[in-house]
Structure formats: structure tokens, C-alpha cells
């Protein structure tokens, strides 16, 4: 009977220690999957290595013809992505313009006016300030030629 109370606990602890089946199957599945990952990934490294070594003769031999005109390929496709860029931009900022003129109130136009009057009125304040300058200039100027009995 001692013997019995010593093996139920101990049955006890390592059934509550032992993970749930749900547990388990994720464990399998996690690691049948990465498994599985690194022997594909293995597979594609061995595959690119014998491309590479294939390879290397025909791109070695066809080198003076493929550089040149890989280079020239690669600057005729950004030069007609470019100028399409530019174009669209072109188009899309007369069509706003158009917009904005004819008073459609397109997206912008707020932030626009807003930054014209802003300017605007920083060009009256520095106008101000520059003419009171001036006057306070011709009244020194008249004070100094006063002084001097001009």
C-alpha cells in the first residue's frame, strides 16, 4: 500500500507536466513543416550552384555581346519609363491646373490659396517695413544735411 501512495503522485506530476494533444500536434506540424523548408531550401542551393557552374561558360563567351547589351536595354527601359513618368506628371498637373482655373475646387487648392495669401501678406509686411525704413532714412538724411547747414 506505501508503495501505491508513492506511484500516485508521481503519475499525477507527470501527467499534469505532459503537454495537451493540441500542444503536441502544433510541435509536430511546426517542425515537419521546417523540416520540410530547410531540405526544399537545401534542394534550390544545390539546384543554383549547378545552374552557376553551367552557366558560367556560355556567359564568359557571350560576355563582349550580353554587358553592352544588357546596358543599353537597361537604359532604353528607363528612359521610356521616365519620360512616361514625366508625361503622366505633365498631364495630371494641366488637368489640375485647368481645374483650379476653371474653379472646380480640386484637391490642393485650399492648401494653394492658402500659401498665396501667407506670401501675400509677408510681401505687405516686408513693403511696410521697407517704407517706413525709407522715410526713417530721409528724415536722418534731412537731420545730418540740417546739421551741416546744407
Not at 501505491?4 to 503537454?19: H, V
Not at 544545390?46 to 550580353?66: E, K, N
Not at 554587358?67 to 527601359?77: A, E, Q, T, Y
Request: hydrophobic share 45%; glycine share 10%.
Amino acid at each position: 500500500m506505501s508503495n501505491d501512495i508513492q506511484t500516485k503522485p508521481m503519475t499525477q506530476k507527470l501527467y499534469e507536466s505532459a503537454p495537451s494533444s493540441r500542444k503536441a500536434v502544433k510541435f509536430l506540424t511546426a517542425t515537419t513543416l521546417g523540416a520540410t523548408l530547410i531540405f526544399l531550401s537545401g534542394l534550390v542551393l544545390t539546384g543554383t550552384v549547378v545552374a552557376l557552374v553551367m552557366a558560367t561558360p556560355v556567359m564568359v563567351l557571350f560576355s563582349p555581346i550580353l554587358v553592352p547589351s544588357g546596358i543599353v536595354i537597361f537604359l532604353v527601359i528607363t528612359g521610356l519609363l521616365f519620360s512616361g513618368g514625366c508625361g503622366v506628371a505633365a498631364i495630371t498637373a494641366l488637368s489640375w491646373i485647368y481645374n483650379y482655373v476653371q474653379g472646380k475646387h480640386p484637391r490642393g487648392a485650399d492648401q494653394l490659396d492658402h500659401a498665396r495669401n501667407m506670401i501675400a501678406s509677408m510681401a505687405r509686411g516686408v513693403t511696410e517695413k521697407a517704407k517706413e525704413y525709407g522715410q526713417y532714412v530721409q528724415h536722418k538724411a534731412r537731420e545730418v544735411a540740417q546739421g551741416q547747414g546744407y
